[in-house]
């Protein structure tokens, strides 16, 4: 009897010992399951502040507020690395491409840009289009196809790429000083020729009163003159813009219409109408010039309108702003943008990415919830906005929205799907709407057609060829070529025409060749 006791202790002892270890393993397992669960919903985010003040200026503790906001509404751990802006950004993230040193969603302008060539081809982006058909219904009803079927987010049929939409078919505008205009006894230009007598009376008449009438200029011009060029358009043409000339799809940039572009810009600088070292001055000093009242007029989008109104003026109590499409060119034109796929930037996720069907939830999230419209329009409760009985309270000009211009934070540099300045919601509670929202509707009409490249494909013959990119893009033949015309080094016409013929000697006879083979197989009849 003691025998089997001692037996009967024994086996007890194991069993209670084996349902020790299991429960432990099972604490265990369910311990692990939860880290990871609670990894699958760490998201990291990795794009530019693109000058905007508070993404570039503000310290993180101030932005720590809003990634825990965002993070609360969603169920997802955000976190944001804000690179550099414009060229700085391109650099940057090309040395993240080389290192591998990526986030969970990587902002880029196509999944075919130079920043990162042959990424497709490689498998560092992941083909997303099975992963949106399963986790992203709100990203394949509101993101419109003009967008999904553009070549920066779709190759071969599949989808690599997620747009950030502009928010807006157009939003470029032109700002006027109003209060200078009315100094002047002048109304906003309506022709080019109206545009140089304006020029010539803020040249002589000291328009911001300082005392010194060599200070002001009718055009702010910076170093990004992709942004800041208004008057090409005014002769028919747009930088980075192809048509169709005698069968052949060709760059704007070689256009006999071109060459007159680059010959008024000469003469506002001949004439002192702009600043004789624009092309050294950066875009985000740009700001404090206009703030002195420096500048009579300059590029913009029609969101900034409410900012830059509201800018305070040293000794300048009156200053006004209106908003005005371009002046007419000869031959009646006055383009502003281009008609365009509608898409502000592209996400991709890197192959490497861990939990990248989360990455879906979480984008469509942001595109179907009512929780994320408020946030990226108006941000957190009780800090950037107040309710009361219903009523949403929303001043732009206040303190959490205003300083470094704080609100573009959430509607702009966080917003995962769109540039949330152009979006309705946001544009409603600003003050003068009802202006701002006419300014969409002029922008819209200066928009130059783009049927014959809008959706062509980055040509083979200009990969690895930066100076032959057909734009305001520094060290391209066509932006060194621009300054050298404006400021006087090379004649105008010989410089042009050797411009042109060296650039299709270099290349860009290739790539006109491949696209017009292009355009033709795509518009087979």
């Not at 502009?166 to 906003?188: C, K, N, T, W």
Request: charged content about 25%; proline content about 6%; some cysteine.
């Amino acid at each position: 009897m003691i025998s089997l006791l001692l037996a009967s202790t024994t086996v007890l002892t194991a069993c209670s010992s084996e349902k020790a270890g299991e429960n432990k393993n099972a604490a265990s397992g369910e311990a692990q399951t939860q880290a990871q669960a609670q990894e699958n919903k760490d998201i990291s985010i990795l794009l530019s502040h693109n000058n905007s003040g508070f993404a570039s200026k503000a310290p993180e503790e101030k932005k720590v507020k809003y990634y825990e906001e965002l993070s609360k509404e969603s169920g997802y751990n955000v976190n944001y690395e804000f690179l550099g802006a414009g060229e700085d950004f391109r650099q940057q993230l090309s040395l993240r491409f080389a290192s591998g040193d990526l986030a969970d969603l990587v902002r880029t302008d196509s999944i075919n840009s130079d920043v990162h060539q042959g990424a497709v081809d490689q498998g560092i982006f992941l083909e997303l289009g099975p992963l949106i058909d399963k986790y992203g219904p709100n990203l394949k009803k509101k993101i419109p196809e003009v967008a999904w079927n553009s070549p920066k987010v779709n190759k071969d049929g599949k989808i690599y790429g997620i747009p950030v939409l502009s928010g807006a078919p157009a939003d470029r505008i032109m700002f006027y000083r109003q209060d200078m205009l009315d100094q002047l006894h002048m109304e906003v230009p309506k022709t080019l020729d109206d545009f140089l007598k304006f020029a010539e009376a803020v040249k002589v008449e000291d328009v911001n009163g300082d005392g010194d009438p060599n200070n002001e200029w009718a055009l702010s011009l910076t170093d990004a003159m992709g942004w800041r060029d208004v008057f090409t358009g005014s002769f028919g043409v747009r930088p980075g813009t192809w048509h169709v000339h005698n069968g052949k799809l060709e760059p704007d940039i070689i256009q006999p219409e071109m060459k007159e572009a680059i010959a008024f810009y000469k003469k506002l600088y001949d004439n002192g109408y702009i600043e004789k070292d624009f092309i050294t001055k950066k875009q985000g000093d740009s700001g404090t010039d206009i703030s002195k009242g420096l500048v009579a007029s300059w590029g913009a989008a029609t969101y900034q309108f409410p900012a830059v109104n509201a800018q305070e003026y040293p000794n300048q109590p009156n200053a006004k702003i209106t908003m005005a499409v371009p002046p007419k060119g000869p031959r009646g034109e006055n383009y502003l943008q281009i008609t365009n796929d509608q898409i502000y930037y592209v996400w991709t996720i890197p192959a490497t990415t861990k939990n990248p069907e989360e990455i879906i939830k979480f984008l469509d999230w942001a595109w179907g919830s009512p929780e994320a419209d408020k946030f990226f329009a108006y941000g957190i409760k009780d800090y950037n906005y107040t309710e009361n009985n219903g009523q949403l309270q929303f001043d732009p000009l206040g303190p959490n929205n205003s300083e470094l211009n704080e609100k573009e934070f959430f509607q702009l540099s966080m917003n995962v799907r769109e540039n949330g300045l152009n979006n309705p919601l946001a544009l409603k509670v600003l003050p003068d709407s009802d202006v701002i929202l006419k300014g969409y509707e002029d922008s819209k009409t200066t928009m130059l057609p783009n049927e014959d490249a809008m959706y062509m494909p980055n040509l083979k013959a200009l990969d690895g060829r930066p100076e032959l990119t057909p734009g305001f893009v520094s060290g391209s033949l066509f932006y060194d070529t621009f300054v050298k015309l404006v400021v006087g080094k090379e004649d105008l016409d010989k410089g042009f025409d050797a411009f042109v013929q060296d650039w299709k000697q270099r290349g860009g006879d290739a790539a006109i060749q491949e696209a017009t083979d292009w355009y033709n197989s795509t518009n087979k009849k």
